[in-house]
Nanobody, 118 residues
Framework: QVQLVESGGGLVQAGGSLRLSCAAS????????FGWYREAPGKEREFVAR????????FYAGSVKGRFTISRDNAKNTAYLQMNSLKPEDTGVYYC???????????WGQGTQVTVSS
């Protein structure tokens, strides 16, 4: 059974950085699309970033482009989200999401809390 476990969240001051990790297990993840989403208090879950499996193409929400970087290490079955120049509006629970290429299933992690103080 596929499991995703996020880590790396925490409390940071505005302008600081955090690196989130998403460790995947229970499958072969070279052909998975990995994504990060976040959910702020009182708001719906929103897309943050995605990395494709074939060429490693990346996509970002406009609000994080230029500040966040998504990457993956297929040998470690892990995806990362490097977050720089953090803002208070980046506060929320960050979720890892994985989709097998060409499949309709998808998987979510339990989330990791990121809090950015002003």
């Amino acid at each position: 059974q596929v499991q995703l476990v996020e880590s790396g969240g925490g409390l940071v001051q505005a302008g600081g950085s955090l690196r989130l990790s998403c460790a995947a297990s229970g499958g072969t993840f070279k052909r998975y699309i990995f994504g990060w989403y976040r959910e702020a208090p009182g708001k719906e879950r929103e897309f943050v970033a995605r990395i494709e499996w074939s060429r490693g193409s990346t996509f970002y929400a406009g609000s994080v482009k230029g500040r966040f970087t998504i990457s993956r290490d297929n040998a470690k079955n892990t995806a990362y989200l490097q977050m720089n120049s953090l803002k208070p509006e980046d506060t929320g629970v960050y979720y890892c999401h994985a989709i097998p290429a060409g499949d309709t299933s998808n998987y979510w992690g339990q989330g990791t809390q990121v809090t950015v103080s002003s």
